[in-house]
T-cell receptor, first 113, second 111 residues
Framework: NAGVMQNPRHLVRRRGQEARLRCSPMKGHSHVYWYRQLPEEGLKFMVYLQKENIIDESGMPKERFSAEFPKEGPSILRIQQVVRGDSAAYFC???????????FGQGTRLTVV | QKEVEQDPGPLSVPEGAIVSLNCTYSNSAFQYFMWYRQYSRKGPELLMYTYSSGNKEDGRFTAQVDKSSKYISLFIRDSQPSDSATYLCAMSAEGTYKYIFGTGTRLKVLA
C-alpha cells in the first residue's frame, strides 16, 4: 500500500512563474491537507479538501494560491506568480476520516530564484 | 502566545537513555494529539495518535496526555542513534480539521 505520493520532490521556478504541486493520497483516503514548512519552523496549515470540495482554506493566502482535489486524479496546490517568499517545503497529508490520523508525503521543496 | 509551545532543543542524550519530549498548549478544545518524527529533508512520520486524555504505548514509545494541565509528552525508552530526528507534536479540536503543530524538538542520541 503506497503512502502519500507527492511530486515533484524538488521544483525550481523563476519569480513570476507558476508552480503546480501534486499529491496523491493513500488508497482509501478522501481527506487531503496541505501544509507549508519554513526552515526551523513547524508546519503551518494551508488548506483542507475532500473530494471536489474545499472544506477549510483559512491558512492559504487569498492571492496567488489555489487548491483543488478533483473527482479523478491527484490534489493540486497551485501558486501563481511565485515570489522568493514562497520558497519552502510543501507537505501534503491524507486521512481516512476528517480529523483522523494524518499521514504525510515526502514533500515538495520549492525554490524561487 | 502560540497555541502550541514546544522546546526547540537540541536535546542530546546517550544511547539507551529514556527521552522525554513535551508540548504545552492553550486551547482547551484540543481533543486529538499526535506525535511525528521528521528526519532531515523528509516528510513527518506519524508515531502516536491519541484521543483525549490518558496514555498510549507502542513499542519503545509512550504518549501521555494531561488535559487538565494542557500538557502532552512522548517518552522514548532505550533510545537509539536512529531516533535522532526532530519530533513534532500536533493537535486538533473536535469538529475542526486542521492540525496545529509545535515547532519541533531536535533530538540527538549519541552512540
Amino acid at each position: 500500500n503506497a503512502g502519500v505520493m507527492q511530486n515533484p520532490r524538488h521544483l525550481v521556478r523563476r519569480r513570476g512563474q507558476e508552480a503546480r504541486l501534486r499529491c496523491s493520497p493513500m488508497k482509501g483516503h478522501s481527506h487531503v491537507y496541505w501544509y507549508r514548512q519554513l526552515p526551523e519552523e513547524g508546519l503551518k496549515f494551508m488548506v483542507y479538501l475532500q473530494k471536489e470540495n474545499i472544506i477549510d482554506e483559512s491558512g492559504m493566502p487569498k492571492e496567488r494560491f489555489s487548491a483543488e482535489f478533483p473527482k479523478e486524479g491527484p490534489s493540486i496546490l497551485r501558486i501563481q506568480q511565485v515570489v522568493r517568499g514562497d520558497s519552502a517545503a510543501y507537505f501534503c497529508a491524507s486521512s481516512p476520516l476528517a480529523g483522523g490520523e494524518a499521514f504525510f508525503g515526502q514533500g515538495t521543496r520549492l525554490t524561487v530564484v | 502566545q502560540k497555541e502550541v509551545e514546544q522546546d526547540p532543543g537540541p536535546l542530546s542524550v546517550p544511547e539507551g537513555a529514556i527521552v522525554s519530549l513535551n508540548c504545552t498548549y492553550s486551547n482547551s478544545a484540543f481533543q486529538y494529539f499526535m506525535w511525528y518524527r521528521q528526519y532531515s529533508r523528509k516528510g513527518p512520520e506519524l508515531l502516536m495518535y491519541t484521543y483525549s486524555s490518558g496514555n498510549k504505548e507502542d513499542g519503545r514509545f509512550t504518549a501521555q496526555v494531561d488535559k487538565s494541565s494542557k500538557y502532552i509528552s512522548l517518552f522514548i525508552r532505550d533510545s537509539q542513534p536512529s531516533d535522532s530526528a526532530t519530533y513534532l507534536c500536533a493537535m486538533s479540536a473536535e469538529g475542526t480539521y486542521k492540525y496545529i503543530f509545535g515547532t519541533g524538538t531536535r533530538l540527538k542520541v549519541l552512540a
